[in-house]
């Protein structure tokens, strides 16, 4: 960039878009730091309450600049015309928004296999999910008014509201008092078959992703890996689960 440049007003439109999602960026890492610290310093669940006050006074704060700025209405931190957008537009969006969350948790696995080699790449994935899992877990309650204990029937809703949940095709069933989970069809995987590549090995992270998950929507609840790669599996299914509910 031109070393003129010593303020914002020295740059031109182009660069000042550049800048300002440079700083939208800068703002979700802030966000993420601090959680990681109220972690550290006082524990997950205490880091949970406290992202749950900051993340609800941050986008009312957010929303109320942005609607004065574009000049549209907002109701608590919504905008309106996400209100008013057609259900199809809605969850054409929906679906936008895991395929570039699922992108860029490939770029960032990438990113650390590149430089530093397949094994460093796995360890921080599979750490990565051991935070993730309980959090997404915890954000899907608060999102349907889950209460603390939903059992197997509240599991069943949660998983289809991962992440992943609209890319991926999966299934449950009830074995006894168990819930059985199969992915049918992998987003990743799939992808890596049309390729001619092996399966991912990604039984270490599903440990630890699947199991997280579950105790997060119920403590009660305990995860059994049914298959996983590198494990063998069937032409139907790519992983599988089994959840329990223990009294």
């Not at 460093?120 to 608060?142: L, M, Q, Y």
């Not at 197997?152 to 998983?159: Q, Y």
């Not at 992943?164 to 995987?189: A, D, H, K, P, W």
């Amino acid at each position: 960039m031109d070393e003129k440049i010593m303020r914002a007003e020295d740059m031109d439109q182009r660069q000042l878009a550049e800048y300002i999602l440079e700083m939208i960026h800068r703002m979700n890492v802030h966000h993420t730091l601090w959680f990681r610290e109220v972690e550290h310093q006082l524990g997950f669940e205490k880091a949970l309450k406290a992202m749950e006050y900051a993340w609800t006074q941050t986008k009312k704060i957010s929303m109320k600049r942005f609607a004065g700025e574009f000049g549209f209405n907002q109701e608590d931190g919504v905008p309106d015309f996400l209100y008013d957008m057609p259900k199809e537009k809605q969850l054409a969006l929906i679906d936008d928004i895991a395929k570039n969350w699922i992108a860029q948790d490939g770029v960032w696995f990438q990113a650390v296999e590149f430089a530093e080699g397949m094994n460093d790449a796995k360890r921080c994935n599979d750490s990565t999910w051991g935070r993730f899992s309980p959090f997404e877990a915890w954000s899907i309650k608060n999102l349907l008014g889950m209460g603390e204990h939903p059992g197997l029937d509240g599991l069943e809703r949660a998983l289809n509201f991962r992440m992943y949940g609209r890319l991926n095709v999966q299934s449950c069933r009830r074995e006894g008092n168990s819930l059985i989970f199969e992915m049918n069809n992998c987003r990743v995987q799939a992808a890596r078959m049309r390729k001619g590549l092996d399966d991912y090995p990604c039984k270490s992270g599903g440990l630890v992703e699947y199991a997280r998950f579950a105790s997060g929507i119920d403590d009660r609840i305990k995860t059994t890996c049914i298959g996983c790669p590198p494990d063998p599996h069937p032409e139907n299914w790519f992983c599988a689960w089994k959840f329990t509910l223990e009294e």
